[in-house]
């Protein structure tokens, strides 16, 4: 049974009240936020707590089981504390957020509603908006192997153990990238697709030490174009340099046949398809353990 603050308890049982919500957020980077939807600076739970965010939260609701609650916060990007090139590079996905019920006339009588997650924060039109996981989504998600055709290793990791020195070659952005399409120079002999799936890291300028997943790689007249899985944060500049690494497509042959690293292959090549399912076995009377598809 939850117990409240006995200043806030003594409130609550008033005629009238003055209560608002307040939301301390630590994200993945460590760096602490406080925000509340009253319109004056607050200090909750020794964290002051900024008005000028907009910030605004949907109706909660609870289910018995272990699914996500339907509620949300929202706001406008009308502070400096919350930057859409900051939700771009997603440091706020994931950032820990706790939920306070505060009567602001006195703000030492705060109650603790509830501690989550920030969900996946999309940033349009001007403004933002976020889902709050509980912490009991986290037992509604898998755990362990997925079994299937393909590899589960991430490329180069400790599972995968493929050397990536030498899947790895500099390059410099060339002319007309921009936040979602980079042409590159200073690379030949790799063939369309070899950076497909791959990353690109920026070494320098505005977006160094930023690494970004590659869609596609393609060759045409203007050289060689890189598709991004999503939009940068800034548009590179011409000349900044960057370290491209291969993709892979987590196909067995692809391990065996670009890799020579099939010894290493962390999938199920050859595991019955869903046809398998569909067949019988042949009735001419001899069982020879053949399947008719």
């Not at 859409?84 to 009588?109: F, H, K, M």
């Not at 067995?252 to 046949?257: G, I, L, M």
Request: glycine share 12%; aromatic share 8%; proline share 3%.
């Amino acid at each position: 049974m939850r117990t409240l603050p006995a200043g806030l308890a003594a409130h609550l049982a008033g005629e009238a009240t003055t209560l608002c919500s307040a939301w301390i957020v630590t994200r993945k980077d460590g760096v602490l936020f406080g925000f509340t939807d009253h319109d004056r600076r607050l200090t909750v739970a020794g964290v002051t707590c900024e008005p000028a965010t907009g910030f605004d939260r949907s109706a909660a609701s609870r289910g018995a089981g272990f699914a996500v609650g339907e509620e949300e916060i929202a706001g406008a990007l009308s502070s400096d504390l919350i930057t859409e090139a900051d939700l771009a590079a997603g440091l706020w996905d994931g950032a820990t957020i706790r939920v306070y019920l505060v009567n602001w006339q006195s703000p030492g009588d705060a109650l603790l509603q509830r501690t989550g997650v920030l969900g996946e924060v999309v940033a349009s039109d001007g403004g933002f908006r976020a889902e709050v996981r509980g912490p009991t989504h986290l037992i509604d998600q898998p755990r362990g192997r997925l079994f299937s055709r393909g590899c589960d290793a991430n490329f180069g990791d400790s599972r995968c153990k493929l050397a990536l020195g030498s899947w790895r070659t500099s390059a410099t952005v060339a002319a007309g990238s921009d936040d979602r399409v980079i042409y590159v120079s200073g690379i030949s002999g790799f063939s369309a697709d070899w950076f497909g799936r791959g990353t690109i890291a920026f070494t320098s300028g505005a977006l160094a030490g930023k690494t970004a997943p590659i869609d596609e790689h393609l060759d045409d007249a203007a050289g060689i174009r890189l598709l991004l899985r999503a939009a940068l944060p800034a548009v590179p500049a011409t000349g900044d340099s960057v370290t491209l690494t291969a993709g892979c497509d987590k196909r067995f042959e692809t391990c065996r046949d670009r890799f020579a690293n099939h010894e290493n292959f962390r999938g199920f090549p050859h595991m019955p398809g869903k046809d398998f399912v569909f067949s019988y076995a042949r009735g001419n009377g001899t069982d020879t353990g053949e399947v008719l598809f």
